[in-house]
């Protein structure tokens, strides 16, 4: 089995003002996703002090964050292919949008809106864990990928 803990969306000065339990959650995974809006460079350095880290920038990034990370990411984990990005714009057809950004993946991992979301979107499993002092996800793969929303 191949744990990720997800996080959007922290707007932290620090990795201090992400809550005690997410941290602890992501400490006990193989990889941290962070989908953007970190908004400072300490929270990315605290995280990569944790463990392995999978990131984007989002619109409120700083702009060292945004020219030392990409606005969107694709990568393999445990034999599944992951699209990663932060997203823009409103709301409405917010799931469609980031959809048609990748083709072929088994897994796409957002943030923006502020909203948890785990639903199945053309084959895909679209996951959202919402902002992060309020929630934060995991996701398992095995023989097929889970994930859950945590509530803080």
Same mark, same amino acid.
């Given at each position: 089995m191949?744990? !990720?803990g997800v996080? #959007? %969306?922290?707007h932290? @000065?620090?990795?201090?003002?992400i809550?005690a339990?997410?941290?602890?959650?992501l #400490?006990?995974? %193989? *990889?941290? $996703?962070?989908?953007g809006d970190f908004?400072?460079?300490?929270?990315?350095?605290g *995280?990569?002090?944790? =463990?392995e $880290?999978?990131? $984007?920038a989002?619109?409120?990034?700083?702009i060292l964050l945004?020219?030392?990370?990409p606005?969107?990411? *694709?990568?393999? $984990?445990a034999? @599944?292919?992951v699209? *990663?990005t932060h #997203?823009s =714009?409103? &709301? @409405?057809g +917010?799931?469609? @949008?980031?959809? %048609? +950004?990748f083709?072929?993946?088994d897994l796409? !991992?957002?943030?923006?809106?502020?909203?948890p979301?785990?639903?199945?979107n053309?084959?895909?499993l +679209?996951f959202n &864990? =919402?902002? =992060?002092?309020y #929630?934060?996800g995991l996701i398992t793969?095995?023989?097929?990928i889970k994930?859950e929303i945590i509530? !803080?």
């Amino acid at each position: 089995m191949y744990t !990720i803990g997800v996080i #959007s %969306d922290t707007h932290a @000065r620090t990795i201090h003002d992400i809550p005690a339990r997410v941290l602890k959650a992501l #400490s006990e995974t %193989d *990889l941290i $996703v962070h989908a953007g809006d970190f908004t400072h460079m300490a929270v990315l350095d605290g *995280l990569r002090a944790i =463990g392995e $880290v999978k990131a $984007v920038a989002g619109n409120m990034d700083s702009i060292l964050l945004k020219t030392r990370l990409p606005q969107k990411e *694709l990568f393999e $984990v445990a034999g @599944r292919t992951v699209g *990663l990005t932060h #997203s823009s =714009g409103g &709301p @409405r057809g +917010m799931a469609d @949008r980031i959809r %048609d +950004m990748f083709t072929d993946v088994d897994l796409i !991992i957002y943030g923006h809106s502020h909203e948890p979301w785990n639903e199945t979107n053309r084959g895909t499993l +679209m996951f959202n &864990p =919402g902002r =992060g002092r309020y #929630s934060f996800g995991l996701i398992t793969i095995e023989d097929e990928i889970k994930a859950e929303i945590i509530a !803080i």
